[in-house]
């Protein structure tokens, strides 16, 4: 099973500069933990140790937005992945 991951560009530095990467999983943490085993830390830059996504990350498969990371993805879903923007 396969599906899109759109990276955000405060994670490209993980990710060789890659924004659009093809990922392994029948969940959310699979596809984590898939693009983790090749771009080691960018898991730990998204959830947290208690596999929660963190406050400053949104996760989104297809439309729906997820704050966990056991939600199923199908074949050819695509998975975005944004990081909050703040300032002042």
Request: proline share 2%; charged share 20%.
């Given at each position: 099973?396969?599906?899109?991951?759109?990276?955000?560009?405060?994670?490209?530095?993980?990710?060789?500069?890659?924004?659009?990467l093809a990922a392994a999983g029948a969940t959310v943490g699979e596809v984590l933990d898939d693009l983790d085993a090749r771009f080691p830390?960018?898991?730990f830059r998204v959830v947290d140790e208690q596999d929660r996504v963190r406050r400053h990350m949104r996760i989104f498969?297809?439309?729906?937005?997820?704050?966990?990371?056991?939600?199923?993805?199908?074949?050819?879903?695509?998975?975005?992945?944004?990081?909050?923007?703040?300032?002042?």
């Open positions: 099973m396969s599906v899109s991951v759109l990276i955000p560009s405060q994670l490209t530095a993980y990710t060789d500069g890659a924004t659009r830390g960018l898991r498969v297809g439309r729906r937005e997820t704050r966990t990371t056991g939600v199923s993805v199908a074949d050819g879903d695509e998975v975005l992945i944004f990081g909050a923007l703040s300032g002042g």
